[in-house]
């Protein structure tokens, strides 16, 4: 969408810029949290900046997240906002292809194959698939070895992206994906995964050869898994009880239609997508930090000893009703996604005049502000996760902020769902109800994420396997690059490992 809006005196402040058209592109795209801070700094908590011809106009802060993940999807409208980038990859008469009344079902379908039978099902199969691999891959020929005292070393992304999309397949995507990952399938995703890009957001239709290998792509995959779907409903393949396409096959709409196979492989797309990079970057970020602190990797450890060691001196396997009840791989995990969320920015199209509450802006000497329609909103809870008035070393990665019940952390939700009022267990990540919280990793409101509970089996079962047999060592932690759609280490970020010592 290209906009043509002449500037009114109820519109919020405008970034100051050079360029007519790129406006603050440069700036955002290399670092968005410190362009964020900066402009709060000079205009407050509400402002736009204007990115290749499109006026963004940002909300910070806990406030500023409910205004625009509480408000009304008729007005900020998600759909408007990412089908030019997704349905492309995820395909036709899904997500942000329909509205938002379709998509809620859609999420809602979703849920019932992500049921609690289903994720107690899935702890074994993703920690047998992450033995595997350590026994198997290349990566760890080191370990492999038997030696305890020689290191070896990993490149944390490259075998997070393996180990997430290994550990999906195994369990959500289910049997059929998992055997022809090695095989096409790789490829395939690769060559989908290549439309994911902040320029694919930007410039939806660009005569470029990745564009064209997208969309062979998703018409390959997506015939891939309508296969699946038709040998399951002929009888010919089995086996296959807690994964999400069979959830999806027995769904149905309000008005009684059953999904259909291509939206079936879509919405499988789609899942597929959701979770590869924000699981697999999460996963890095913890690796690279539990390496860069040994006393946090020991206290990861003691908790299995003290937890799961067995009268013959080895670990059992931990249950999902265990592995949710471990403090400190709570706190290793919460502490991870408030330093690291992986979705900086979160966007909304506006398709109607919008005031700016004033207890979020006070309004100017005109008058309250009007966020105007044709505008983007965007919400960056990374700001309000890593804002030091409301969290002590706000920038330091400390997992213990979350078991101190006095501490900083417990402090700062406790005014907020106080203010709030009912305090609910969403389950992992959530601290209040509703759309103001200072911690939101997952986002808020109608569409918060629906992953987080396999996310967060997933991540755990990673860190607790890898604990249980590596020991981890890096110097330092890499920082940030912004420049892919999800917030990922920057190169280097080679973390060296050897076989742990069993005392
Ligand atoms: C939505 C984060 C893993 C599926 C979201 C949103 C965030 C998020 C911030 C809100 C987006 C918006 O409001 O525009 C994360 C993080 C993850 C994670 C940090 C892992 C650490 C997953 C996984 C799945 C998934 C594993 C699937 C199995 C979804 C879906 C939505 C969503 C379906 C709903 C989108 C909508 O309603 O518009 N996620 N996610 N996510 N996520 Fe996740």
């Known amino acids: 969408?290209?906009?043509?809006?002449?500037?009114?005196?109820?519109?919020?402040?405008?970034?100051?810029?050079?360029?007519?058209?790129?406006?603050?592109?440069?700036?955002?795209?290399?670092?968005?949290?410190?362009?964020?801070?900066?402009?709060?700094?000079?205009?407050?908590?509400?402002?736009?900046?204007?990115?290749?011809?499109?006026?963004?106009t940002v909300a910070l802060g806990p406030?500023?997240?409910n205004f625009i993940l509480g408000g009304k999807s008729t007005v900020f409208n998600a759909e408007d906002a990412y089908t030019h980038l997704t349905t492309p990859i995820f395909g036709k008469e899904v997500v942000y292809d329909v509205p938002n009344e379709i998509f809620m079902e859609q999420k809602r379908f979703v849920k019932v194959g992500l049921?609690?039978?289903?994720?107690?099902?899935?702890?074994?199969?993703?920690?047998?698939e992450i033995d595997e691999y350590l026994r198997h891959d290349p990566h760890f020929k080191v370990y492999?070895?038997?030696?305890?005292?020689e290191w070896g070393s990993f490149d944390a992304v490259k075998v997070m992206q393996e180990i997430t999309?290994?550990?999906?397949?195994?369990?959500?995507?289910?049997?059929e994906v998992r055997e022809n990952l090695n095989k096409t399938f790789a490829d395939l995703y690769n060559d989908l995964d290549g439309g994911f890009t902040p320029i694919n957001f930007l410039f939806p239709n660009l005569p470029l050869p990745s564009y064209r290998r997208r969309d062979i792509a998703h018409k390959k995959i997506s015939q891939f898994y309508v296969d699946i779907i038709q040998a399951r409903r002929?009888?010919?393949?089995?086996?296959?009880?807690?994964?999400?396409?069979?959830?999806?096959m027995q769904q149905k709409y309000r008005n009684g239609r059953y999904l259909n196979d291509k939206e079936i492989a879509h919405m499988m797309i789609a899942l597929l997508m959701a979770g590869q990079h924000t699981s697999s970057a999460t996963g890095s970020w913890a690796l690279l930090h539990i390496a860069a602190n040994p006393d946090v990797a020991e206290a990861l450890y003691e908790e299995q000893i003290k937890n799961f060691s067995t009268p013959d001196g080895k670990l059992r396997s931990a249950t999902y009703e265990e592995l949710r009840a471990l403090p400190v791989l709570d706190s290793v995990i919460r502490e991870t996604l408030r330093v690291h969320p992986p979705i900086h920015s979160i966007m909304r199209y506006v398709r109607d005049d919008v005031p700016v509450p004033p207890t979020l802006s006070a309004p100017s000497k005109d008058g309250v502000y009007i966020v105007p329609k044709g505008n983007y909103v965007l919400a960056s809870p990374a700001i309000s996760q890593s804002d030091p008035t409301v969290w002590k070393n706000a920038d330091k990665w400390i997992p213990s902020r979350w078991n101190d019940a006095e501490g900083v952390a417990a402090q700062a939700f406790k005014m907020?769902?106080?203010?709030?009022?009912?305090?609910?267990?969403?389950?992992?990540?959530?601290?209040?109800?509703?759309?103001?919280?200072?911690?939101?990793?997952?986002?808020?409101g109608k569409h918060r994420c629906i992953g987080e509970q396999f996310a967060y089996l997933q991540l755990g079962t990673l860190i607790v396997t890898m604990i249980r047999n590596l020991e981890l060592k890096i110097d330092e932690v890499p920082e940030h690059n912004y420049h892919t759609m999800i917030t990922m280490p920057k190169t280097p970020r080679t973390i060296s490992y050897r076989r742990r010592k069993f005392d």
């Not at 900066?38 to 736009?48: N, P, R, S």
């Not at 999309?165 to 049997?175: D, F, H, M, N, V």
């Not at 709030?420 to 911690?439: M, W």
């Open 1 to 56: 969408r290209q906009l043509i809006i002449p500037k009114r005196a109820s519109d919020p402040p405008t970034v100051f810029h050079w360029l007519p058209f790129i406006g603050s592109a440069i700036s955002y795209g290399n670092d968005p949290l410190n362009f964020f801070f900066e402009c709060q700094k000079k205009y407050g908590d509400v402002f736009t900046f204007i990115l290749l011809g499109r006026r963004v």
């Open 234 to 248: 002929s009888g010919k393949t089995q086996d296959h009880e807690h994964d999400m396409i069979a959830a999806l």
């Open 115 to 128: 049921s609690t039978d289903n994720l107690r099902a899935y702890v074994g199969m993703i920690e047998d």
């Open 416 to 444: 907020y769902t106080d203010e709030g009022g009912e305090k609910i267990d969403y389950g992992f990540g959530a601290v209040s109800k509703g759309t103001e919280s200072p911690y939101q990793p997952f986002g808020a």
């Open 63 to 65: 406030k500023g997240n």
């Open 144 to 149: 492999q070895s038997n030696d305890i005292n």
């Open 165 to 175: 999309i290994l550990t999906a397949s195994r369990t959500l995507q289910g049997k």
